[in-house]
């Protein structure tokens, strides 16, 4: 199994917004893409900013190419993302499932 990690951070502010925007765009499209095993989503707020990490889990690396493209490494993004986001972190970090339930 293969684990994809993106990191997106926003104002705390709009912090819940963008949970709500997130479960409707990535989240949903990760879920329905064949091949993805779950996602989690992640949040730490402090200092006034929202930090958000999505993580999903993979049968393969080809799996994660049909939701994400080439390279897979390349982040996901969706149209209203600028309105949240402090910044577009361009790519993601893959790891291989050692222990897993």
């Known amino acids: 199994m293969t684990v994809r990690i993106w990191g997106g951070r926003t104002p705390d502010t709009k912090a819940d917004a963008y949970l709500d925007y997130l479960n409707a765009t990535g989240v949903k499209n990760l879920r329905a893409t064949p091949g993805n095993r779950g996602v989690y989503v992640l949040r730490s707020i402090e200092h006034g900013v929202a930090e958000f990490l999505v993580v999903s889990l993979w049968e393969s690396l080809d ?6 493209g080439d390279p897979i490494d ?3 993004y969706y149209p209203e993302d600028d309105a949240f986001l402090l910044e577009r972190e361009p790519r993601v970090r893959h790891y291989e499932a050692l222990v897993a339930p």
């Not at 799996?63 to 994400?68: E, K, L, Q």
Request: no cysteine; charged share 20%.
């Open 74 to 76: 390349r982040a996901v």
């Open 63 to 68: 799996v994660i190419r049909a939701f994400a």
